[in-house]
Each structure stands twice: as structure tokens, then as C-alpha cells.
């Protein structure tokens, strides 16, 4: 895994960190994320020419279609994986109630 890949895989989640407008190649005023919008990534593809050279570019859901540079403008949401100790969360996970008998 490249730091410039991050590891990016179909399902993620990204947040944009881009704050201002987007552009086309062409110069041309484009749609896309808005500064801290969370999207969920539907494609990964390696080795696409950027406006700054060879990169990873996002297919996402909500912009079906269009590609956007996954460095600088956007960052992997990363999942907790701390302990799950919470009697009421392993309650759920073991579809049961709480104080009831498993």
C-alpha cells in the first residue's frame, strides 16, 4: 500500500477536505463534494492522469460517473476498533436485551 493510495477500496468512507470550487480540465465550473461532506466510495482506480501528474482517483455514489483526485482532497474515514464493551452494544450484536438470558 502506497501513502498515496491509502488503501482506498469500494465501500469506504471519505470525507472532503477540499474547500474551494471544483473545475474541470477544461476550466469549466464543475459539481462535486463539498468541504467536509462524507461520501461512500464506489470505485478505486490507480494510475489515472491528474491535474498533477499520475494518481488515485474516487468514483462515489452521490457523483456517479466522475472521478476525483484522492490526494490532497480527500481523507479515509477510518472505522473504531476499540474494544466493544458496552453490555448494551453486545447486547445488540447478540440480539438479545439487556439483563435478559442468553
Known sequence: MTDQSEGWRAGD???CVKST???TLAGQP???P???????????????ALE?????????????NELYP???YFRKVQ???SAADDA???ALIRRVSVGASA
Open 13 to 15: 468512507l471519505a470525507v
Open 79 to 81: 472505522p473504531d476498533h
Open 70 to 72: 484522492a490526494a490532497p
Open 88 to 90: 448494551e452494544f453486545v
Open 52 to 64: 498533477g501528474g499520475v494518481g488515485t482517483a474516487l468514483e462515489f455514489r452521490e457523483f456517479a
Open 34 to 48: 463539498a468541504l467536509d461532506q462524507v461520501l461512500w466510495v464506489a470505485a478505486v482506480y490507480e494510475g489515472v
Open 21 to 23: 470550487a471544483w473545475w
Open 30 to 32: 464543475a459539481p462535486g
